[in-house]
């Protein structure tokens, strides 16, 4: 669709990533590629457009890229976590902090609010320190709407990160 999408297409490390993956929890689509495939039909469905749509897309295709390279016997935490490795490719392709800090915490919702339901515990420091960390919540917000709505998926963390929006008058 662009540019970057080319240089993307063409990369080895994204066509090996796109084809990782079989069904489970959270995917029962299996590879990569067909969730990205998911999500790049949810952009068009929802009728984004210009600049944002170019964000949204570039997002999708690379943010679960990188978990067939998730070193299985360490812990799945900082430069092992999926999203970060997949923030450290994105980083040859953009310098944007908005999209980075996007792919790099797409998870980051989910895991607060399954701890928060683990723990009975509001985890209200994760969230503001999570937050914080975000350049543009629109642009995040609008990410886990659209990751979040794929089969297989929870819609519940998307209506509590919504809720701990509004109710932090963060804009969403």
């Known amino acids: 669709e662009n540019a970057l999408e080319q240089r993307l297409a063409v990369d080895l490390v994204m066509g090996e990533g796109l084809g990782w993956g079989k069904p489970r929890r959270g995917h029962p689509e299996g590879a990569i590629g067909v969730h990205v495939s ?22 999708a295709l690379v943010h679960d890229t990188l978990k067939g390279s998730v070193k299985e016997w360490l812990p799945r935490t900082g430069e092992n ?19 980075l800090a996007t792919i790099e915490l ?27 960390r975000v350049p543009d919540l629109r642009l995040f917000m609008r990410f886990m709407e659209i990751d979040g709505s794929s089969e297989g998926k929870d819609p519940e963390p998307v209506r509590w990160f919504r809720a701990e929006l509004v109710a932090r008058s963060a804009p969403e």
């Open 81 to 99: 976590h999926h999203a970060m490795r997949a923030r450290r490719f994105a980083e040859n392709f953009t310098s944007d902090e908005r999209l």
């Open 38 to 59: 998911h999500l790049l039909d949810t952009i068009d469905e929802w009728g984004e457009q210009g600049a944002r749509r170019a964000e949204l897309r570039f997002i």
């Open 106 to 132: 797409h998870d980051r919702p989910y895991a607060i609010w399954k701890r928060m339901r683990r723990t009975g515990d509001p985890q209200q420091d994760a969230v503001a320190g999570m937050i914080e």
